[in-house]
């Protein structure tokens, strides 16, 4: 595998379900990202973990809970989701080095439905 | 408020000439800029990009433009392709902060063969 996988590529799942989204990465970088996409919205910034450590809470609420065992590794932990949360959930991940802005790589994407 | 503005939604171009997607910001404190392409089915790939030290960055056909003083930023490719259908997205950052990328909504560019 290289660059950044993410499974399932697909989930359809009730309000009253737990699932978990999960993302790896090959590129040997230290800071992984969650972002959501819904339609016609700019990419939306949820989480940010620097090596291992998170950094960012983008004010999302807690029925979205991330996990970051490595560096290599991202999961995003659902449960009791809205229709609302409907959307494209995408990872990414980036070299870290402080001050320093690098380009972020992407996983093609988990597309979410809660019905 | 949208920080980050791309007000074309779409674009479509003749293959051979060149398309030009803008990219407008509101912070002046944004000092690192993206352009990413999205296919449909897969993840933003990153085109792209330039500082604010810069006025202009070239890769092979893909041309970035930075206007500071406008907070405006272009995406010339010349010549299009019909491989180069796709949304394209801008992005912006301010160098220490957590390296977050604010984007845009992107413009889906369309080049007809």
């Known amino acids: 595998e290289t660059g950044v996988t993410q499974t399932p590529r697909h989930l359809v799942m009730g309000m009253t379900n737990k699932k978990s989204l999960k993302c790896e990465q090959h590129?040997?970088?230290?800071?992984m990202y969650w972002y959501k996409q819904s339609a016609k919205k700019p990419l939306e910034l949820m989480f940010v973990?620097?090596?291992?450590?998170?950094?960012e809470n983008n004010s999302v609420p807690s029925r979205f809970s991330p996990e970051c065992p490595n560096s290599s590794h991202l999961f995003l932990h659902l449960h009791t989701l809205q229709p609302e949360d409907s959307a494209l959930y995408l990872c990414?991940?980036?070299?870290?080095?402080?001050?320093?802005?690098?380009?972020?790589?992407f996983g093609p994407g988990t597309r979410l439905t809660v019905t | 408020d949208q920080q980050v503005k791309q007000n074309s939604p779409s674009l479509s171009v003749q293959e051979g000439r060149i398309s030009i997607l803008n990219c407008d910001y509101t912070?002046?404190?944004?000092?690192?800029f993206l352009w990413y392409k999205k296919y449909p089915a897969e993840g933003p790939t990153f085109l792209i990009s330039?500082?604010?030290?810069?006025d202009k960055n070239e890769d092979g056909r893909f041309t970035v433009f930075l206007n500071k003083s406008a907070k405006h930023l272009s995406l010339h490719i010349v010549p299009s392709q019909p491989g180069d259908s796709a949304v394209y997205f801008c992005a912006a950052s301010v160098s220490g902060s957590a390296r977050q990328l604010t984007f845009g909504s992107g413009t889906q560019l369309t080049v007809l063969p």
């Open positions: 990414a991940s980036s070299q870290a080095l402080a001050g320093a802005t690098y380009e972020q790589y």
């Open positions: 330039i500082s604010s030290i810069k």
């Open positions: 973990y620097n090596f291992k450590e998170q950094t």
């Open positions: 912070n002046s404190m944004f000092d690192y």
């Open positions: 590129l040997g970088h230290n800071a």
